[in-house]
Nanobody, 123 residues
Framework: QVRPVESGGGLVQPGGSLILSCVPS???????????VNWYRQSPGKEREFVAT????????FESSLEHKFTIARDSVDRNTVHLLMGHVQPEDTAVYYC?????????????WGQGTQVTVCS
């Protein structure tokens, strides 16, 4: 079964950096093709919000307020692994960060969510 697995969350000081990783477990040569890998986040009491996306064509898109400090990129060794590079984090970046994997087979799109990884920004 396909399941994105997030890692890299933790405690970071304001102004610091953190790298989150998303490894899509369960993908085989018979699996549907990957359309995009997205990152979302959810803070306590708020709706889950879009953070960034990386498409199969290596196109990226970011939530406008984050694109000056976050980057999304493939792992240099395993192209299926996608990293969210977070820089200049602030307390408002505290959230559970979720990886969302979008697969396509025969014109049908399926989304898979990971369990999330907690990022806490505080001094």
């Amino acid at each position: 079964q396909v399941r994105p697995v997030e890692s890299g969350g933790g405690l970071v000081q304001p102004g610091g950096s953190l790298i989150l990783s998303c490894v899509p477990s369960g993908i085989t040569s018979q699996s549907a093709s990957t359309v995009a890998v997205n990152w979302y986040r959810q803070s306590p009491g708020k709706e889950r919000e879009f953070v960034a996306t990386l498409t199969s064509a290596d196109r990226t898109n970011f939530e406008s307020s984050l694109e000056h400090k976050f980057t999304i990129a493939r792992d240099s060794v395993d192209r299926n692994t996608v990293h969210l590079l977070m820089g200049h984090v602030q307390p408002e970046d505290t959230a559970v960060y979720y990886c969302n994997l979008v697969l396509q087979r025969d014109g049908q799109y399926t989304k898979y969510w990971g369990q999330g990884t907690q990022v806490t920004v505080c001094s």
